[in-house]
């Protein structure tokens, strides 16, 4: 059957997440299948009721707050139940997903795997585990242009962000690309200092 199931479509910033979610929506609206589309209200890229993908697809979608309020909206009618920006949800994403494939929903969702420090998104990792299939999408690395970019690389004025800045920063092409594992960078400017206050200790000694 179509329903009982989960579709994770995931990757880095910039490979077609949700260009893939959309595609798979359209088609089933084609096949007139009852399909909701949610997203969270955290994803405040688009000033609208809608998610869009870079190439310009649009639909509406009815945002919520957090992941039980999903449960609210999905109704007996609903047969396809899509969720973009996944990673944003909190920890009932999880049994609220495992409810709609109880329910007999198919379930597509999309998100990234890894935050801008190359670990683990959220709950991506407990989402990956019960997906009844997975589909992990890579990127053109924007530095140096090889097609298996899988790291999402957050810039601030330009510059890759330190590691201790805030784990959630939403932004676009300004703020995220993608790149390699060969050509992302995490520079940790809190351990550099204490590197250096230790070396001048150090020093300091021999004085």
């Known amino acids: 059957m179509e329903g009982y199931s989960f579709e994770l ?3 880095p910033m910039s490979c077609g997440k949700t260009e893939e979610l959309l595609r798979r929506i359209r088609r089933a609206i ?3 299948k009852r399909v909701k589309v949610i997203s969270p209200v955290l994803d405040t890229r688009e000033h609208g009721d809608y998610i869009k993908s870079r190439n310009g697809m649009f639909l509406e979608a009815v945002k919520v707050k957090n992941s039980l309020q999903i449960l609210d909206e999905v109704t007996d009618e609903d047969q396809i139940v ?3 920006e996944l990673q944003f ?3 009932e994403i999880i049994e609220v997903i ?3 494939m109880s329910d007999g929903k198919k379930v597509i969702g999309s998100g990234l795997d890894l935050d801008f420090k190359a670990e683990p998104f959220g709950k991506m990792p407990e989402l990956l585990a019960i997906a009844t299939r997975v589909d992990k999408l890579t990127a053109v690395c924007m530095k140096c242009g090889c097609d298996h970019a899988t790291r999402t690389q957050r810039l601030i004025d330009g510059q890759p962000a330190d590691k201790n ?3 959630i920063m939403i932004g676009g092409d300004e703020t995220y690309e993608a790149r390699c594992v060969k050509c992302y960078e995490l520079p940790d400017k809190l351990k ?3 590197k250096e206050e230790t070396k001048a200790k150090v020093l300091s000694l021999f004085k």
Do not use: C, M, N, V
């Open 9 to 11: 479509i995931t990757g």
């Open 30 to 32: 084609i096949a007139k």
């Open 82 to 84: 899509a969720i973009d």
């Open 89 to 91: 949800f909190d920890g």
């Open 98 to 100: 495992k409810q709609l």
């Open 165 to 167: 800045s805030p784990l």
């Open 192 to 194: 550099s200092e204490r």
